[in-house]
């Protein structure tokens, strides 16, 4: 057992406030230090090198702690970026030069490539990004499917995820931790499936509806992987959650490794519209999963939520649970978040 301090907690929040206090007229790319990082080439202040320096500067006055700081038009190479001069450094790499900055890096600091994808390119023969880059997309999808077209794109610097600025929202999220490593895809499926029909009571408990879609998994060697996706309209209905967070799995490689932690989380909410809920005859048996029928409209899938979710908030969570999903929690320790203030990072 480790004894807990309280103290440190409150002063880590209070830092954490810092950064965010200090650059909150920027938009922010996450980052696991949360130093927020400008958008693009402007922010209110002029330049993005100089504004970075200044929030350096304040960190280092209030905290006496250093950081370092990433710039770049493409989100993921801000990211690279901030992670290369540390403890104390800032590296700006400026449009145009994408490319070349890429072309000589190792192909592991791409996100996505863990130690069995790295060994597999490296037999054959790619060592670098530019490397990856010279195979091709149609040799990269052929290899590794989905995965190899999130691994192209990126060699050519093509990150479209959204930089979505700093606002007050909402996330609804489930996880579980599992006391025996999961092996293969139909059972990661089978625990999300379990996991988006937790969230999607949530939401139907909630009134709201979710477009933003977060999938997290992690390894035996601890490994964390996140995805997200944005669904083309707000649903609250565990169906095209769990569709969803499939697509998600699908580009992550899972060939050859075991996983002590899957979740999904759901954010960027509206109302739900409640003449959407309007009573009729519907087919209660159509439970979320990957054997249901064709989907239904989407005034009955969401009906159907509805009256799944209450059926569960009255006779306990097990109640019309998904076949599909097994238990509900099985070896696993597992735990459902709301967060209704939390700032969210994109």
Known sequence: MIAPRHDAYTESRARSSLSSSASRRWSRASRSTGLPRPRRHRTPVGPPAPAAETIRAAVHA?????????????KFLAKIASGMNKPNGLTEIPAGTELEFLTTLPIAALWGVGPRTQEKLERRGVHSVGDLRSLGEAELQRHFGAHGLHLHRLSHA??????????AAKSISSEDTYADDLVGVPELRRRLLAQATRVADRLVAEALRARVIHLKIRDRHFITETRQCTLSRPSDSARELYDAACRLLDAVETDGRSFRLTGIGVADFSPRDATTTTPQQLDLLATPGPTTAPAKS?????AIQAALSAIRERHGHQALFPADAGHQRGNATGASTHHPNQRRRG
């Open 158 to 167: 093509i990150d479209e995820r959204a930089v979505i600025p700093d606002r």
């Open 298 to 302: 989407a005034a009955q899938n969401a």
């Open 62 to 74: 209030e905290t006496q702690l250093t950081c370092s700081v990433g710039i770049s038009r493409v």
